[in-house]
């Protein structure tokens, strides 16, 4: 059974820090490009970051470019965001997402949560004081 299962979220103040990880059974993530979505109450998912299947290309949307970081380790089977610096703004469910490598830059990924194949089923983040 193929899965990607979300952890590491929670309650953090603003200004706070998280590290979300996202971690893969039954499929290797080498071949697959990874991205980070949220989706917060009443708003559509939307890209955060995305890295490519070797790890080379990183993207981060410019809300949080700055503050988030993607990375992974294909060892492990992992893919990980670094979020610094949180803001209440931050608040959403975040999920990880894998699709097939290929052409499109991880900046084109980033927009088209549609084209991804397998999905999590995501990790709260909270930002309140």
């Known amino acids: 059974q193929l899965q990607l299962v979300e952890s590491g979220g929670g309650l953090v103040q603003p200004g706070g820090s998280l590290r979300l990880s996202c971690t893969a059974s039954?499929?290797?993530?080498?071949?697959?490009?990874i991205g980070w979505f949220r989706q917060a109450p009443g708003k559509e998912r939307e890209g955060v970051s995305c890295?490519?299947?070797?790890?080379?290309?990183?993207y981060s949307r410019e809300p949080v470019a700055g503050r988030f970081f993607i990375d992974r380790d294909n060892a492990k089977n992992a893919v990980y965001l670094q979020m610094n610096s949180l803001k209440p703004d931050d608040t959403a469910v975040y999920y990880c997402?894998?699709?097939?490598?290929?052409?499109?830059?991880?900046?084109?990924?980033?927009?088209?949560?549609?084209?991804?194949?397998?999905w999590g089923q995501g990790t709260q983040v909270t930002v309140s004081s």
């Open positions: 997402a894998a699709i097939t490598a290929g052409i499109t830059t991880v900046q084109g990924l980033c927009a088209r949560p549609w084209d991804f194949e397998y």
């Open positions: 890295v490519s299947s070797r790890g080379y290309n990183t």
């Open positions: 039954g499929f290797s993530l080498d071949n697959y490009a």
